[in-house]
């Protein structure tokens, strides 16, 4: 059975940097896609970034392109956004996601982690 367990959210200052990673077991996951995802208070959850398991692809939303950096550890099957240069309106419950295949951008994915809080005070 696919789990994703985020971690790393918290509380940061606008300008400043955080990571969360996202550990997923149950399967391999060569052939997939992960991304991440995030919902703000009172809206729709939206695409951040994703990427294909082996690296090769890397694909941001317009709003977080140049600030966020998503990776992979496959030694550790860990997925990480590092986030860089954050903004008020960063802030959102952060979901890491999978989806088999290769895709760029999902918008439907099979596997959800419960997500981690990222709170960018002004």
């Known amino acids: 059975q696919v789990q994703l367990v985020e971690s790393g959210g918290g509380l940061v200052q606008a300008g400043g940097s955080l990571r969360i990673s996202c550990v997923a077991s149950?399967?391999?996951?060569?052939?997939?896609?992960m991304a991440w995802f995030r919902q703000a208070p009172g809206k729709e959850r939206e695409f951040v970034a994703s990427?294909?398991?082996?690296?090769?692809?890397?694909t941001y939303a317009d709003s977080v392109k140049g600030r966020f950096t998503i990776s992979r550890d496959s030694a550790e099957n860990t997925v990480y956004l590092q986030m860089n240069s954050l903004k008020p309106e960063d802030t959102a419950v952060y979901y890491c996601?999978?989806?088999?295949?290769?895709?760029?951008?999902?918008?439907?994915?099979?596997?959800w982690g419960k997500g981690t809080l990222v709170t960018v005070s002004s």
């Open positions: 996601a999978a989806r088999p295949g290769l895709h760029s951008r999902p918008n439907v994915m099979d596997y």
């Open positions: 149950g399967r391999t996951f060569s052939g997939y896609t």
């Open positions: 990427m294909w398991w082996n690296g090769i692809s890397t």
